[in-house]
């Protein structure tokens, strides 16, 4: 078997935070790649606004560098499992992996998810230990953890075998001892490692072309990019050749630009062959698992297959008395156009149409995919509302069931009875229960996916802030009957239109936790706090003090509020019951009640609590 000896093509994995994409910055300064006089910025492959000022990333990205004769690209993935549809069509891509875990938090349910999807690809591994140089790091002790769980996810034998590399990829050190003190300057160990234990790709370039999709771009200059692998032949500018539709269908197209990455760049190129990741241009309607085939021989590779979405939340035209004050994309139609547009390049993603004029059903693998997907709608100048997120529920052989996902919990010890109770509550089964050291405590449960929508904020009050929470898509099981979580307490729902008072808020704030500021502007059915009870209580936020003769002129000066809790978009869209609305705008985030009329909306309770007795 013929190889193609110059490149190598591997993935980085990682759970959030773990360290892959500084690595990969790393492994850019000290290869033969970018000219001296870059200066690389931290995490430069971090292109997307919302991944810098989040610490996270969100979309896969492509780079390649040189060491020596070879070539290595490397696609930097996202660590987050609401982001897993990226993950699962990289492995595809690639021949080997680098798994990447903190030297000081070992394996995490994120550790396990990306792991899981490169073993089922029977991809080659390599392990690298991170950030050896932290307090309280315990590389021999993670070692063993990551070798259990290649065993627990069923790792074939040869995989079992993984080199291992240790590394401060902040500090750009490396070596292949866990004694941080044997650490030096270099990613040689790191370089070495790839070229000794990722195979090279087999050399079939002498035979009829097969191209997969695995990722897809847009350019305004160019349309739609298709990213991915040649697997077999030669493609170049100018070729006809054939997509093989996922329905069946054929169709043919010519090939006008072929990108490959070098650094941080696209660089054209005039051809590729089989073993190279690259874009290709000229075929507008192409979509992810689609193979590029040689016309003559129109033979399909098997389909990419990705894991459907688990939860969906009513994205809705904003129709709130204060629609178009704040935002230049405010019609059905650009909402529309805009989400039907995200799915060319999130495959993750689903988008349906409802009964409701003005309203889709958007489908996505998380709490978190769903409002990364608003913040950017949000920053583009679009305004929008959103209703209450929902799991999505799957008959399985004839039983209807709920998605369920495994939670991991590192929290100070004096909390743990508090967290155990709140997820029994949530339906949530503890698993495993352990003594972590220096007073921390790790909890892992199993519970359904809709006990845990809300839970976040509740989570980090309850642990003063201190407690850690991962969680990621288990396994659909069962539907747990008898049971519908939700937010136990009511709203504060403003009765009338206009700015919020401080001697109004002032009489409010004894009935709960308050949302707004004085001087905020309010509409009627706007919710302005929280109440500390389970009912509704509707509430007048701007009325004003009576005036009289006698009153102090210093009075007024002396009337305070307590700081009001202005909730982020994440808890504002935890924060929703069935009933309500979330107003998103590019300046302000609006709770709201579906039904803004007062009066119409206490008909309507009485109505609904008719029916259920």
């Known amino acids: 078997m013929k190889t193609r000896d110059d490149i190598r093509n591997i993935a980085i994995i990682a759970h959030v935070d773990h360290g892959k994409t500084t690595l990969v910055n790393e492994m850019l300064k000290q290869s033969d790649t970018l000219d001296e006089h870059i200066n690389l910025q931290d995490r430069a492959m971090d292109t997307n606004a919302i991944e810098k000022e989040r610490g996270i990333t969100i979309l896969s990205k ?6 020596g004769d070879t070539t290595i690209n490397i696609v930097d993935t996202p660590g987050h499992a609401d982001f897993g549809g990226e993950v699962e069509r990289i492995m595809k891509m690639v021949d080997g992996v680098l798994l990447v875990v903190d030297a000081f938090e070992g394996t995490m349910p994120q550790t396990r998810f990306v792991l899981k999807k490169a073993l089922e690809q029977h991809l080659t591994p390599i392990v690298v230990i991170n950030k050896i140089d932290r307090p309280g790091a315990r590389p021999a002790e993670v070692v063993d953890e990551v070798l259990e769980l290649f065993i627990d996810l069923g790792a074939e034998e040869d995989q079992l075998e993984f080199p291992i590399v240790y590394a401060s990829a902040i500090n750009g050190t490396s070596s292949y001892s ?23 790709p087999e050399d079939t370039s002498d035979e009829p072309l097969q191209f997969q999709v695995s990722m897809l771009d847009y350019n305004d200059y160019v349309g739609r990019i298709g990213i991915g692998r040649v697997f077999r032949g030669t493609i170049s500018v100018g070729d006809n050749v054939t997509v093989l539709k996922l329905d069946g269908s054929q169709k043919n197209f010519r090939v006008t630009k072929i990108f490959g990455f070098f650094g941080l760049k696209r660089v054209e190129v005039q051809s590729a062959k089989s073993g190279d990741l690259i874009a290709v241009s000229g075929m507008e309607d192409i979509y992810v698992g689609e193979t590029v085939a040689d016309a003559a021989h129109p033979d399909a590779l098997p389909v990419l297959r990705i894991d459907p979405p688990t939860l969906q939340m009513m994205f809705l035209q904003n129709d709130s008395p204060f629609a178009g004050r704040e935002g230049d994309k405010v019609t059905a139609r650009k909402l529309e156009d805009y989400l039907r547009s995200k799915l060319q390049t999130d495959v993750s993603l689903r988008v349906d149409d409802t009964d409701q ?9 998380g709490e978190l995919h769903l409002s990364i997907l608003v913040e950017e709608m949000r920053r583009a100048g679009f305004e929008l509302q959103l209703g209450r997120p929902e799991v999505i529920y799957r008959e399985i052989d004839g039983t209807l069931c709920e998605p369920f996902e495994e939670v991991q919990i590192d929290t100070p010890e004096e909390y743990t009875g508090t967290i155990i109770d709140a ?9 495993n229960m352990e003594n ?3 007073g921390q405590t790790r909890l892992t449960f199993l519970a359904p996916s809709r006990g845990l929508i809300g839970y976040s904020t509740e989570f980090l009050s309850s642990t003063g802030g201190y407690g850690i929470m991962n969680h990621t898509f288990e396994k659909y099981l069962p539907v747990v009957k008898n049971w519908e979580p939700g937010r136990t307490s009511g709203a504060l729902v403003s009765i009338n239109a206009g700015q919020a008072t401080t001697y109004s808020l002032q009489s409010i704030e004894d009935r709960g936790q308050l949302f707004i500021d004085a001087g905020t502007e309010v509409y009627e059915g706007m919710i302005v706090g929280q109440n500390s009870r389970e009912m509704d209580i509707a509430v007048n936020a701007t009325k004003g003090k009576n005036l009289t003769n006698t009153r102090a002129s210093g009075k007024d000066h002396a009337a305070a509020i307590k700081t009001p809790k202005h909730l982020s978009l994440e808890e504002s ?5 069935e009933d309500e609305l979330c107003e998103v705008t590019p300046e302000s985030v609006r709770l709201r009640k579906k039904i803004l009329n007062t009066g119409e909306r206490q008909k309507a309770d009485k109505k609904k609590k008719k029916a259920t007795n």
């Open 178 to 200: 866990d004694d941080p003190d044997d650490q030096e300057h270099t990613m040689v160990p790191l370089f070495d490692t790839i070229l000794k234990t990722i195979p090279a």
């Open 423 to 431: 997820m029994a509550q949530r339906k949530g089964e503890m698993q």
């Open 357 to 365: 004029a003005g309203a889709w059903m958007v489908s996505g693998r």
């Open 436 to 438: 972590e050291g220096n």
């Open 62 to 67: 492509n780079t390649a560098v040189k060491y």
């Open 573 to 577: 869209i935890e924060f929703l019951n």
